[in-house]
Nanobody, 115 residues
Framework: QVQPVESGGGLVQPGGSLRLSCVLT????????IGWYLQAPGNQRESVAM???????NYATSVKGRFTISRDNNKNTVFLQMNSLKPEDTGVYYC?????????WGQGTQVIVSS
């Protein structure tokens, strides 16, 4: 089963930045909507940001103006630039296609925002 591979998480102080990467080796990557999702402790996984094949983006209200999603179709990779991080951004970040179809979930990458 195809699974995304996420990386780039870590421990950061409030106000800091991180850049997450996701490699998704799936056919037709460039034609798929790709999203980043956050599973905060004790919560369900929620959509944070999405990017369409044409490069249009959509963000959750909580991250608008702070996070930027982008993609490199030549490398089957999607990025999430996270700035002005807040403690409530803490959790495991996953990426996946939307709709996911038969693509499994990866291990995610953990982000901890704490002083």
């Amino acid at each position: 089963q195809v699974q995304p591979v996420e990386s780039g998480g870590g421990l950061v102080q409030p106000g800091g930045s991180l850049r997450l990467s996701c490699v998704l080796t799936v056919s037709g990557f460039k034609d798929r909507v790709i999203g980043w999702y956050l599973q905060a402790p004790g919560n369900q996984r929620e959509s944070v940001a999405m990017v369409t094949p044409a490069g249009s983006t959509n963000y959750a209200t909580s991250v608008k103006g702070r996070f930027t999603i982008s993609r490199d179709n030549n490398k089957n990779t999607v990025f999430l630039q996270m700035n002005s991080l807040k403690p409530e951004d803490t959790g495991v970040y996953y990426c996946n296609a939307y709709p996911r179809g038969n693509i499994g979930w990866g291990q995610g990458t953990q982000v901890i925002v704490s002083s």
